[in-house]
């Protein structure tokens, strides 16, 4: 353990300067929680408990309305579709429309030089303020980098008028030499993608004349020192990921109108609705206040939707055509045009002692961000500060990060966010190592890694991005036992056959929650005559119940049923401010937010309750949908404290609950991976036949909830292992344009997954809750090239992890 | 082009082009539970039944469809009153944003029509064109195997909604009933 007495050995730098001990004045080992943050789950009436999901009744009976289904309500609809790049590289130099503007149904068609098209540069990143990705792209552009960069856009009276007019508008290029590979990209010669001029908004470490749109670093300690010790061996490993596609099955739509109040709104299927409705501000130099972004359901998100992908094009089409506009992305754009995980070679280093202390720890990343920078220098700081602090006790680290763009699509946020590049590449690493030194995988790991109490100067090292923590919850241990059980570690039995091979191979992994010092979530509550509530939130559900878990936040605070609570979330017009659905803060962040807003709200409530008891307040609790006196027992309902409030004699009040949370707080969720797996030593093939994956996510507000996030994570994490993900052919066109293509497992092909829930007490987050849903989407990679390393000795190191890649390399090593 | 559907028992009269595929002109007429996930035939989210069998209803011309019964998501339970089917992914926490659901539900009627006790196996067999991005597909299949007990089970529907817990072990199962605590 790490403290101001107990500093490092052989720390160099890492001993305790002033900053460090800054860190450790805002980072107090004691916290102060609140009382009621603490109870025993079975204290609790409605957090920890599996209740049902607050939108089920209306989605498992086709009710809920995704943006789509809005259609029918908007008489005079226009359809968009886009005219995309054919070329890679170049200069749009003629755009004719003629043929598409005579067709019957056309209302416009837009190009990048039309007066309704906004020309002003930005990112579609939709992250907070001051950006942290380049402004480099325009809404359609002359300049094109990617075959699907956007062109030009149609509006017509149906989609499939759309779809033609948009067929018949011929482009002329003036074609540029173009570079698909990351490596290529970054050579002194290669096609250079952005000139000087061409970028707003610079971001640290750019270099345009090799393509490198970051460059970033962070160190605690002195590595190359370490390396260069006589006491140490250095390892070193390389390893490369898919470009990962989000998928989610409602592909990107938003329908954008005029009101008859002249505001500019935004029916749009987004994880982001603030950030969207400032970007579009920008873009269309309208004052924020005059847009209003809402989000109906939203079909998943995953990061895809962190992004303002779609939305400027329905906005400028339908202020040209004074109609509203309704543009959803087809499923082939989904793949071409949209986004994806940035795909990433990663360079794993450690000097490790003979006893195997590791002294040293150094990831070097090399991310393909695409045509444009958006998430570009974010993603790739996480591949470092995500999953290096789990060893937070390696006295010595470094990151070190190029970012470069390619002639291919866009990269974006993805659940996960960098971790599972860094966690691939850092739990594949040390595995090897371990068994290097013929010391077990398991006690390796668990000598470097972090504990309660510790500080952790890793995550850190990179400044800003997840600053240096105090760890104050952590379950590894528990989750290490559990996930042993549970696939069997100790008593595996191999099969019959001769070929065949069993073995189980391990990975952990550690996120954040939320971006420290960086979101803010805020709610509201206020109380109807009739004792019920309701709860505005700016905290956006994308399909992983959010808004359940705020009312049931709210609930176990009032002390009220949650069907007596409705919840509206993320419509910019109505609802508080929030960052929005990213970097694993739903819960923490915005459901604090919710429960500071529940208990202002309680104040007022246990005031009248003390005038109908007449008992001071102090005596008073709410439950039961009641507040009574803990001394006498006396007790009144919540509905006749709500008329007593709006309608009293000599007194009254709406009662009215705020609450708004940010912190710099931002503690890591861990995870144990397992994945249990057979391979047929004679032809590469395997089989996995079980994951296990345990997850300390604190208190989990709903279990039930819980488990399906962290095994619809896993699902995604064990696709990222073994599915191609999107690939190109040599001219630069995507060559996955349908599911079929993009061969992901389906259900027959997807192992039987367990989820345990590992429950520790995360003091700074609500009734300690931290986060759940992207630490597992980091571990299947590393975890089941472990375990075909197990079962027959030979190491994959890029994804996917095929057949062929096996018996390839049986075969070298014969 | 006047076409007639005989939709979750209502007889509709549609003008439609004949070559509208159903799930656009079913969507059209309000039924809108029938969802559109990919460029057409893939996803599995546009399933209604045809005559009692799960198709996609993006993969075909309305004209195909003249005359034939159909069943949306809309002719299962209502919000107060859940289809058994609809029930057992609720209390599985099988819905996470809900989109590939209607679909997966249909699919399941039909299976559970033809295979009233189905294996593990033979459940994620049937839904295997019916791609969910959120889930993994674990609560759906353990949903499943939980609806087929409460529409053919010994009449015993399931109350306790087979809430989560630590006993939900995977084994990878022929065998009915061997993966859930039900
Ligand atoms: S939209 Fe019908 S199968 Fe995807
Ligand atoms: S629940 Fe989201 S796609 Fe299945």
Redesign the interface.
């Known amino acids: 353990m790490t403290t101001e007495d107990d500093p490092k050995p052989d720390g160099g730098t890492a001993s305790h300067t002033e900053q460090d001990v800054a860190a450790l004045e805002d980072h107090p080992l004691e916290w102060d929680e609140p009382e009621n943050n603490n109870l025993a789950p079975d204290e609790r009436a409605s957090v920890s408990r599996?209740a049902?999901?607050d939108?089920?009744?209306?989605?498992?009976?086709?009710?809920?309305?995704?943006t789509?289904?809005y259609?029918?309500q908007f008489p005079g609809l226009a359809y968009a579709a886009v005219v995309r790049s054919e070329i890679p590289h170049g200069y749009v130099t003629d755009v004719d429309t003629s043929a598409a503007e005579e067709m019957d149904g056309v209302r416009t068609v837009l190009t990048p030089w039309s007066e309704e098209t906004p020309d002003a540069k930005y990112t579609s990143a939709g992250q907070s303020y001051p950006e942290p990705s380049p402004w480099d792209m325009n809404v359609l552009n002359e300049h094109v980098r990617y075959v699907g960069d956007p062109i030009a856009a149609v509006a017509a009276d149906d989609a499939e008028t759309a779809r033609a007019a948009a067929e018949r508008i011929a482009v002329e290029y003036e074609e540029d030499e173009y570079v698909l590979d990351p490596e290529d990209a970054y050579s002194e010669d290669a096609p250079q993608l952005f000139g000087d001029d061409e970028v707003e908004n610079e971001i640290v470490g750019h270099d345009y004349s090799r393509n490198r749109m970051s460059q970033i670093e962070g160190e605690i300690g002195d590595v190359d020192e370490t390396v260069d010790r006589d006491d140490v061996h250095v390892h070193e490993s390389e390893w490369e990921t898919i470009r990962q596609s989000?998928?989610?099955?409602?592909?990107h739509t938003t329908l954008a109108y005029t009101d008859e109040d002249d505001r500019h709104v935004l029916v749009t299927s987004t994880q982001v609705p603030n950030h969207t409705r400032r970007q579009l501000a920008h873009l269309f130099d309208i004052p924020i206040r005059d847009i209003r972004v809402s989000k109906p359901?939203?079909?998943?998100g995953?990061g895809g939707k962190q992004a303002m992908v779609v939305e400027p094009i329905p906005l400028a089409l339908s202020l040209a055509t004074d109609r509203p506009v309704i543009y959803e992305a087809?499923?082939?754009e989904e793949f071409s045009a949209m986004r994806s995980r940035h795909p990433m070679k990663v360079r794993a280093r450690t000097a490790v002692t003979d006893d195997g202390s590791i002294e040293a720890l150094d990831l070097y990343a090399l991310s393909n961000t695409g045509a444009y920078g958006s998430h570009g220098m974010t993603v790739a700081g996480n591949v470092g500060s995500k999953p290096m602090p789990l060893y937070s006790k390696v006295p010595n680290a470094r990151f070190k990060a190029d970012i470069v763009h390619t002639n291919t699509p866009q990269t974006g946020a993805m659940r996960g966010y960098g971790a599972p590049q860094g966690t691939l590449a850092l739990e594949g690493h040390l595995d090897e190592v371990a068994r290097d030194l013929d010391i077990d995988p398991i006690e390796f790991r668990q000598n470097h890694y972090m504990e309660v109490g510790d500080l952790d100067e890793i995550a850190g090292m990179m400044g800003g991005e997840g600053a240096e923590r105090r760890i104050r919850s952590c379950g590894l241990d528990e989750c290490i036992e559990r996930g042993k059980e549970?696939i069997g570690w100790d008593d595996l039995e191999q099969p019959d056959e001769a070929q065949l091979h069993r073995g189980i191979g391990m990975a952990l992994s550690a996120q954040g929650t939320g971006v420290a010092g960086d979101e803010l979530g805020a709610a509201q509550l206020m109380m109807n005559e009739d004792g019920s509530f309701h709860l505005h939130v700016g905290g956006v559900d994308?399909?992983?119940?959010a808004d359940t878990a705020f009312i049931q936040i709210a609930a176990e605070v009032l002390g009220c049923p949650e069907t007596d609570i409705v919840i509206k979330s993320s419509d910019t017009d109505v609802t508080p401010f929030d960052y929005g659905a990213y970097a694993s803060s739903t819960t923490y962040i915005s459901g604090m937010a919710v429960k500071k807003a529940a208990e202002d709200a309680k104040e007022r409530i246990l005031y009248w309750g003390s005038k109908l008891i007449e008992e001071p307040e102090s005596n008073l609790e709410t439950g039961n949908g009641k507040v009574y006196s803990e001394e006498t027992d006396a007790s009144v309902d919540l509905e006749e404290i709500g008329y007593e409030a709006a309608y009293g004699h000599d007194e009254r009040e709406h009662i009215l609950g705020k609450g708004t949370h940010c912190t710099e707080e931002s503690p890591p969720p861990f995870a144990a991976q397992f994945a249990d797996v057979t391979v047929d030593e004679e032809t590469g093939e395997f089989e996995v036949?079980?994951l296990v994956v345990a997850v300390d996510c604190g208190v989990a507000i709903n279990?039930?909830?819980a488990?399906?996030?962290v095994?619809?994570?896993?699902?995604?994490s064990?696709e990222m292992a073994v599915c191609e993900g999107i690939t190109f052919d040599d001219d630069g066109r995507s060559a996955v344009t349908?599911?079929?293509e993009y061969d992901w497992p389906?259900?027959?092909?997807?192992?039987?997954?367990?989820?345990?829930l590992v429950e520790t007490h995360e003091p700074t987050g609500p009734f300690g809750a931290k986060s759940v849903a992207e630490v597992p989407t980091n571990t299947v990679p590393p975890a089941l090239s472990n375990a075909v390393r197990e079962a027959v000795g030979v190491r994959i190191t890029d994804m996917p992890i095929t057949p062929e890649k096996i018996r390839a390399a049986l075969e070298d090593d014969e | 082009m006047q076409f007639s559907l005989t939709v979750n028992g209502e007889s509709l009269e549609i003008e439609a082009a004949p070559d509208d595929d159903l799930a656009s002109v079913l969507r059209r007429e309000g039924y809108t539970g029938v969802k559109c996930g990919c460029d057409g035939g893939v996803c599995g989210a546009s399933k209604v039944l045809i005559e009692g069998s799960a198709e996609m209803a993006c993969g075909k011309a309305v004209r195909e469809a003249d005359g034939a019964t159909i069943r949306t998501i809309e002719g299962f339970g209502s919000q107060d009153d859940l289809h058994p089917i609809q029930q057992a992914f609720v209390d599985h926490f099988a819905v996470q944003c809900g989109f590939c659901i209607p679909g997966m539900i249909v699919q399941t009627k039909e299976l559970l029509e033809e295979t009233p006790n189905p294996t593990e196996g033979e459940v994620r067999e049937a839904i295997d064109d019916n791609l969910c991005r959120c889930t993994g597909y674990q609560k759906p299949v353990e949903a499943i195997l939980d609806a087929a007990e409460r529409v053919h089970g010994d009449g015993a529907v399931a109350t306790d909604g087979g809430a989560p817990s630590e006993s939900t072990a995977h084994e990878a199962t022929d065998r009915p009933g061997e993966t859930r605590d039900t």
């Open positions: 599996p049902e999901k939108d089920d009744p209306k989605l498992v009976t086709g009710q809920a309305k995704y789509a289904d259609e029918t989000h998928a989610q099955i409602e592909t359901r939203v079909g998943g995953f087809t499923r082939e549970a994308i399909g992983t119940g036949n079980k279990p039930g909830m488990e399906g996030q095994e619809g994570a896993n699902h995604m064990y349908s599911f079929d389906t259900a027959s092909e997807t192992p039987p997954i367990e989820s345990i």
